[in-house]
C-alpha cells in the first residue's frame, strides 16, 4: 500500500523561507510523477507544481513566479516543496500526491491517485 505523508510545515513570516517534504512508503517513487497542491480556508485546492520521474522536469502554476521549487531524491523516496519569500496568501494546508498512470504533462488534477494527509503552512504579515 502506497503512503505519502507530509512534513515541515509551520508558523513563518512573510519573507521566510520553509522546506516541505513528502515521504513515500510502500513504492519506489520512481514509479510517480510527484505533485504539490494547496488549500486555504474557504478557497478550492490549487496546483501548485509537479516534477517528473526522473527528477528532470519541472511545471509550476505561473502564480508563484519562481518563489518555490520542487526536487526529488530517489534515495530518500521523498519529494520536497522548497518556499521561498513566502507571502501571507501562501498559507494554507499543503499535499503532496502522486501519478502513477499519465495521459499528457503535466497531468490533470484527475490522474493523481495517491494523496498526503497534508501539512498546514502558516505565514504572518
Known amino acids: 500500500q502506497v503512503q505519502l505523508v507530509e512534513s515541515g510545515g509551520g508558523l513563518v513570516q512573510a519573507g521566510d523561507s520553509l522546506r516541505l517534504s513528502c515521504a513515500v512508503s510502500?513504492?519506489?517513487?520512481?514509479?510517480?510523477?510527484m505533485g504539490w497542491f494547496r488549500q486555504a480556508p474557504g478557497k478550492e485546492r490549487e496546483f501548485v507544481g509537479v516534477?517528473?520521474?526522473?527528477?528532470?522536469?519541472?511545471y509550476y502554476q505561473n502564480f508563484l513566479k519562481g518563489r518555490f521549487t520542487i526536487s526529488r531524491s530517489t534515495a530518500l523516496n521523498t519529494v520536497y516543496l522548497q518556499m521561498n519569500s513566502l507571502r501571507p496568501e501562501d498559507a494554507a494546508v499543503y499535499y503532496c500526491?502522486?501519478?502513477?498512470?499519465?495521459?499528457?504533462?503535466?497531468?490533470?488534477?484527475?490522474?493523481?491517485?495517491?494523496w498526503g494527509q497534508g501539512t498546514q503552512v502558516t505565514v504572518s504579515s
Open positions: 510502500g513504492r519506489t517513487i520512481r514509479a510517480y510523477i
Open positions: 500526491a502522486a501519478v502513477e498512470v499519465e495521459s499528457t504533462w503535466p497531468p490533470p488534477t484527475n490522474e493523481y491517485k495517491y
Open positions: 516534477i517528473n520521474r526522473s527528477g528532470t522536469s519541472t
